[in-house]
């Protein structure tokens, strides 16, 4: 891939999941409705009226959000969840046991539900999503196999969140690697 290693080792250095999670997707913040809200109403438009559906989706993320899963929960009986950091697969096991100190991704359950016209299931959303989720573990989007050494069978969806905008330093390389 076209990507430089500086990118790669000032992310894993200085990323900050939490911080990220306040910044750009906690229900208060001024960017919640660009980054989760509107990608999350126009995933669920897509699923609902254009048929996505099936067995198996694979997410593909460089933040630890459950937004783009919300939107898809109802329409695939599983969905494995890749992230690019430890830090990141840590908030997502978190949110996945509801521990103390999760990220708190209840507002947007609850527009999920909004989305569904269901809006007294929130909770029960966030739990369908929980055990729809088999599976967290690491990719490494600076790779022409991001997925290695995992072998996993055919899926039916991927969502790509966040990643060609991570490892692509101008319009050149993102073309290039959008192809990989």
Known sequence: MAADLTMKTLYELYYDPRKAFKTYYAHECEFAEDTSRQPMKKLFQAFDSCGVKGDTLL???????????????????????TDYTDRNVQEMEKWLKNEPGALDWSPMAK??????DDSCGWMEKEEQLRRKITNVFIHDVFESNPLAPH??????????????????????????????
């Open 151 to 180: 072998v996993l069978p055919q899926v039916d969806c991927v969502i790509a969140n966040n990643c060609l905008e991570l490892i692509s330093i101008d319009k050149k390389s993102y073309c290039e690697d959008r192809k990989s």
């Open 111 to 116: 527009y999920a539900c909004e989305l569904q």
């Open 59 to 81: 997410g593909i993320s460089t933040v630890p959000c459950i937004h783009q899963y919300l939107a898809a929960c109802d329409f695939f009986k599983e969905i494995i969840v």
